[in-house]
């Protein structure tokens, strides 16, 4: 981020659930994140706006884009095929994908145990060392605090309705250039399959040497090609 701010004004907000942000029992799908999202930028005074989306950043990102198409001036997608899109890629069917959504189980059991828990997945990427201990630790305080793995969970839960959502909002393609990259130890060309489904002018590719953590295992690519597309 300290890179980008040389030439941009960079907001890194927490998702509702997530990090500082507040905790509420619902509004976790695309929509109503991404209306969230909206409201914040709105009141900073911004309207214009260069938008990135990783994981389920990207499900909001879409939704926002697709709500407020001519206040996105252009938008990245980072290693995650939009839900519902067909992409050639079924993210739904992820082992992780069908736990987290299971109602109440997931909290029991990972409760006491959100180190262990999250930690298997910052290590199942193609540099394990990126995400570091103090990185990791400063997740799992967050995500211990109450209400905090509930919250991601809450996410996962959120996909039939995400898909309903997207389905809907794919019927007019964006209209803003678009950026997909995905990690090679990951979902590869899903985002970029599934961004030409709903865009109209799309780029992208594969990161090399990365897993689903782009911009901690390749932060130097990253930053490169976003000045690059922002420049354009």
């Known amino acids: 981020m300290p890179a980008l701010a040389k030439n941009h004004t960079v907001i890194a907000s927490d998702l509702r659930g997530l990090g500082d942000s507040s905790k509420p029992l619902t509004g976790y799908d695309g929509k109503t994140s991404a209306e969230d999202i909206h409201q914040l930028v709105s009141q900073l005074g911004f309207k214009n706006i260069f938008l990135v989306g990783h994981d389920f950043g990207a499900q909001v990102a879409y939704s926002y884009a697709a709500a407020h198409p001519n206040e996105v001036r252009r938008l990245v997608i980072l290693d995650i095929p939009i839900p519902g899109i067909d992409s050639g890629e079924n993210i739904e069917g992820l082992w992780w ?38 990185d990791i630790d400063e997740y799992v305080s967050h995500y211990s605090a109450p209400g905090g793995m509930r919250a991601g969970f809450e996410y996962y839960r959120a996909l039939p309705e995400d898909i309903k959502q997207n389905q809907e909002y794919s019927k007019v393609k964006l209209p803003m250039p678009v950026l997909a990259l995905g990690g090679q130890c990951s979902h590869g060309t899903a985002a970029l399959n599934s961004m030409r489904l709903v865009a109209t002018n799309v780029s992208g590719g594969i990161v090399s040497d990365s897993g689903h953590w782009i911009a901690e295992e390749r932060p130097d690519f990253l930053i490169k090609e976003l000045v690059k597309f922002f420049n354009e």
């Not at 409760?111 to 570091?132: D, M, V």
């Open 97 to 134: 994908v069908q736990f987290h959504m299971v109602r109440d189980i997931p909290e029991m059991l990972v409760q006491g145990h959100e180190k262990e828990y999250l930690s298997w997945f910052y290590r199942h990427t193609c540099n394990p060392t990126a995400i570091t201990k103090e």
